[in-house]
């Protein structure tokens, strides 16, 4: 069974988003509960949002490190706006209900660099489950485990064919 996707990795039996392990790490972990905030070091979570209180969920993820730091957001901010860059190029948003609000926490890049297809199947993953209004999913360690492993080899491709493959596995895991 693959142990990642992009900034999403199996630690123990519990998936994290982030590398709770690098200094000042924060990472999410995502439970049956909901999405638990983490800060290295402290033993309680930050915060703790329920999966109920989601009306979708995003991730954004640079592809190494360093394009997560604050001075390449200042350089970032001159190049082309689909990129991620900066603090917020590891971040984990949604919209909550109840009252309406945004909601959006950084996470911290693991020290290695993330493939360009685990990058999309990652944010393809998080998309589709919102889309099946299926986020509680995520919390369900085995069933990510099994979309996290059928994932995990398909080539990255912005084409259809890869998008309806995504869509496919996700659809055929929600039944």
């Not at 690098?22 to 930050?46: F, N, W, Y």
């Not at 394009?67 to 919209?95: D, K, M, N, Q, Y």
């Not at 911290?108 to 660099?113: E, S």
């Not at 990510?144 to 990255?156: D, E, I, Q, S, Y």
Request: aromatic content about 10%; charged content about 20%.
């Amino acid at each position: 069974m693959a142990q990642h996707l992009g900034p999403l990795e199996l630690v123990g039996d519990r998936w994290v988003i982030g590398d709770p392990k690098r200094k000042d790490g924060s990472c999410l972990v995502l439970t049956a509960a909901g999405i638990e905030h983490h800060m290295r070091g402290v033993p309680e979570p930050q915060a703790v949002v329920p999966w109920a209180r989601f009306t979708g969920v995003g991730v954004t993820a640079t592809f190494s490190a360093w394009e997560a730091t604050r001075a390449w957001g200042f350089v970032g901010a001159f190049g082309p706006s689909h990129i991620p860059a900066g603090r917020g190029g590891c971040s984990v948003s949604g919209l909550l209900r109840h009252p309406y609000e945004p909601w959006s926490v950084n996470y911290t890049h693991h020290k290695h660099r993330y493939t360009g297809a685990h990058v999309f199947l990652v944010k393809a993953l998080f998309r589709e489950v919102s889309d099946a209004k299926a986020l509680y999913r995520l919390g369900d360690a085995d069933w990510l485990g099994a979309a996290v492993a059928r994932l995990a080899p398909l080539p990255a491709r912005w084409a259809p064919s890869t998008r309806r493959q995504v869509s496919e596995i996700i659809e055929d895991l929600c039944t």
